[in-house]
């Protein structure tokens, strides 16, 4: 192929690759693949694997109780009831969780990411302080913080991977709707996965990296 076809040729296909939209899961191949508990299999697959389309109910597409405020009174002030793929097996390869989450005053949800989705609230109570931090820049800038003061009827996006945070700032309990692009978006909390690991990382690789003193370090690892 001469070298100007092979450009054609590479500039069609970018071009048609570009306008193909994937999902973030693998999309279904079949109406519904409802998962078996994972407690029933003996192998794993990328995802769960399916019921036997003649066992599959109703009941298998269903949760029930997001209309009940979540228990907000512990440390951290939130609650949340998700429904992803374990809670409503039809979920299974539909690539989608959804979750309501209840803040008390000053309830605060930590900065973590979820590695496999970007997230999405829709505030109806309350007002939250919500902000996602961009990945580190290559030109040795600060990572940039992107936030806002959320009030009811604010919709706010997380893009995926990236470290977020939500507060309640209001005097009020907050109360929103959290949807992903995933049946399993995953969490992971940064404090823990530094922190709280175990067994734990050694304090060396802490210390130099935080530039923080063994006894901060300690002091840390004994909060998570
Ligand atoms: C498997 O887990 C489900 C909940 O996911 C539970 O209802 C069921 O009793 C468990 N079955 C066994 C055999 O442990
Ligand atoms: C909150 O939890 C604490 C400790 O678990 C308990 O002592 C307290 O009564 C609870 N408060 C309310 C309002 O439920």
């Known amino acids: 192929m001469a070298a100007a076809d092979f450009l054609v040729t590479l500039a069609i296909f970018l071009a048609l690759s570009s306008s193909f939209c994937y999902a973030y899961d693998v999309d279904p191949l079949q109406d519904f693949c409802v998962a078996v508990a994972d407690n029933l299999t003996a192998v794993f697959v990328n995802g769960k694997i399916c019921k036997n389309p003649k066992q599959v109910t109703p009941d298998d597409f269903l949760a029930s109780g997001f209309n009940i405020p979540g228990n907000t009174n512990n440390s951290l002030g939130f609650a949340t009831n998700m429904a992803d793929a374990n809670r409503i097996p039809g979920l299974n390869t539909l690539g989608l969780t959804v979750l309501r989450v209840d803040f008390a005053p000053n309830g605060v949800v930590p900065p973590h990411t979820h590695p496999r989705s970007t997230e999405i609230i829709v505030l109806l109570e309350g007002t939250l302080y919500a902000g996602f931090v961009t990945s580190n820049p290559r030109d040795n800038t600060k990572n940039r913080l992107f936030a806002k003061i959320l009030k009811p009827g604010d919709v706010f996006v997380f893009p995926i991977g990236l470290v977020h945070f ?38 060396e690789v802490l210390t130099k990296s935080f530039q923080l003193d063994k006894k901060v370090i300690d002091y840390l690892q004994s909060r998570f």
């Open 166 to 203: 939500l507060r309640n700032v209001g005097n009020t309990k907050a109360m929103g709707i959290v949807a992903f692009n995933s049946q399993n978006p995953g969490v992971i909390t940064i404090a823990n996965s530094v922190f709280g690991t175990e067994p734990l990382i050694s304090p």
